[in-house]
């Protein structure tokens, strides 16, 4: 964990409470089920004094208090001042540039778009479960998790699938390489293939998102390279260590709950619901906001600069917006959650990553009846901006067996 930092004066002692949103211990095993117990323990918004000192926001009715207020909470680089550079498009920005912005890229994850690449999407997912099914088992992590979201990617900008190992591996060391030189090193490689991909469609120009984004007007004008490199690194990181992660604990529940697994394989048509539900309670993403002035809100006093960290991981685990929170029922009548975040900057990917977690589940139960996560996994899980299962290997009976 990180050094404690001094309180400052503005933050009374009963909201300052102790827990590290990058590195508390109970982020490395089941971090959902452990971190929920924020709920009745801690504040809904506390100040921790970790990572030099920061409120989070650990209720769901609070966070959406907040999101509506980009006038209070900003996304933009001067008050998320952690934040990375290039300011990542159209998340770090506020509106009235957020909305034109965010019109950019829009088209492309209509539900109608989304719909059209979803024959697309199944013949993925079917590739990547037939290679391992006959196998038996699966480090489901590396084999299918990172690569499924990484080739949807790839097919949108209109990139090559032969891009997707070099992709894979500096996304990874731009999110968890041990040290910031090394994460910053990995994201400047990122940026250099998104402007040579750029470039490339700048000299033949095609359909694909990237197309899209050069040809775009922002305020009567083209965009400049610090916004083509902010948005293309958002599109292309957007929706790879999210999706990858959030399927990732889906398996992991159903792997470990059988009788959950049947019910989907006896009835297909839960499916769309099972998935709202998994996804209510295996939230993945945190966010970020700062605070633009000095100011009351919910009937707490914050000061310019002081910075947020939202955790939308827990806001479907509380009470106060849904019953018996850490049962999982396929048959809920809704399941509300946050996990796409809320306000104007909710996930622009929400349908598509719905779309891909769906087609996924329905070609698994397809083809495979019955599995189980291997008895000798490790159970780790990392913590940071995005929780994830650090591996997951699965196993099931072949036809041989
Ligand atoms: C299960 C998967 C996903 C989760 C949990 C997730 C989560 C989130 C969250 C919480 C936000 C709000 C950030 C904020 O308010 O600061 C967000 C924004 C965003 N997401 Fe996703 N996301 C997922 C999939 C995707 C996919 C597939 C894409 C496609 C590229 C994508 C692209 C984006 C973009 C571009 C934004 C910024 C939107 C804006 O600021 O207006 N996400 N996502």
Not at 107 to 120: K, L, R, S
Request: aromatic residues 8%.
């Amino acid at each position: 964990m990180t050094e404690l930092s001094p309180i400052p004066d503005h933050v009374p002692a009963s909201l300052v409470y102790d827990f590290d949103v990058f590195a508390a211990p109970e982020l490395h095993h089941e971090p959902h089920r452990s971190a929920m117990r924020l709920h009745k323990d801690a504040p809904r918004v506390f100040f921790s004094p970790r990572n030099g000192g920061h409120w989070v926001i650990v209720g769901a009715v609070e966070a959406l208090e907040i999101l509506r207020r980009h006038d209070i909470f900003s996304n933009t680089p001067e008050f998320c001042s952690t934040l990375r550079k290039p300011a990542t498009l159209p998340n770090l920005s506020d509106p009235p540039d957020h909305t034109e912005y965010r019109r950019i890229i829009n088209p492309a994850f209509t539900p109608g778009a989304v719909n059209a690449m979803e024959a697309g999407i199944r013949e993925m997912a079917v590739a990547l479960i037939e290679d391992v099914l006959a196998k038996g088992q699966t480090e489901f992590v590396a084999d299918i998790a990172k690569r499924f979201p990484v080739n949807i990617f790839l097919g949108m900008v209109g990139a090559p699938l032969s891009d997707r190992d070099y992709l894979l591996e500096y996304a990874e060391l731009g999110v968890r390489h041990p040290t910031r030189e090394g994460r910053n090193e990995a994201s400047a490689e990122l940026g250099r293939y998104v402007m040579r991909a750029f470039e490339e469609r700048r000299r033949k120009p095609g359909t694909d998102l990237m197309s899209r984004v050069l040809a775009a007007e922002f305020q009567g004008r083209k965009l400049n390279d610090e916004e083509l490199l902010g948005m293309g690194l958002l599109l292309m990181l957007g929706g790879l260590d999210t999706v990858a992660s959030m399927l990732s604990f889906i398996m992991l529940h159903l792997g470990r709950n059988q009788g959950q697994y049947r019910e989907l394989i006896e009835d297909p048509s839960l499916l769309p619901a099972a998935v709202e539900e998994l996804m209510r309670v295996h939230g993945v993403a945190s966010m970020q906001r700062g605070v633009t002035h000095d100011n009351e809100f919910l009937g707490i006093a914050f000061k310019k600069y002081d910075r947020l960290h939202m955790l939308p991981q827990l806001w479907g685990l509380d009470e106060r917006i849904v019953d018996r929170p850490a049962a999982v029922d396929f048959r809920r009548e809704t399941s509300p959650h946050l996990a796409f975040g809320g306000g104007p900057h909710r996930c622009i990917g929400s349908h598509l990553a719905r779309v891909e977690i769906r087609v996924f589940l329905e070609e698994w139960t397809k083809r495979i009846p019955a599995f189980k996560v291997a008895g000798d996994w490790d159970g780790r899980t990392s913590g940071g901006v995005v929780w994830t299962p650090l591996t997951l290997p699965l196993e099931w009976k072949t036809q041989a067996h």
